[in-house]
């Protein structure tokens, strides 16, 4: 029998905060909107709590990824 996988401990706002500010980038929250989603400002870019664990997950949670995330927003919303 093969052992059992456990699930990744959970990312908390404070280890996305932590992660940021020790490059040097930007952060501000988290915040809360009024549909109870968690969002964080981040250099100019008003992020998702989620589409920050995507970045962390990819690897990609520094200036660059930051970047690159919001032109797509950017792009999306035109």
Wanted: negative net charge.
């Amino acid at each position: 029998m093969g052992k059992a996988r456990s699930a990744p401990a959970p990312v908390s706002a404070e280890a996305i905060i932590d992660a940021l500010t020790s490059q040097g980038i930007a952060v501000h929250g988290p915040f809360c909107t009024h549909l109870e989603r968690v969002i964080f400002v981040v250099d100019k870019y008003i992020l998702l709590e989620s589409e920050l664990l995507d970045l962390l997950e990819q690897n990609k949670l520094n200036r660059d990824g930051i970047q690159e995330l919001g032109k797509r927003i950017e792009t999306r919303s035109r």
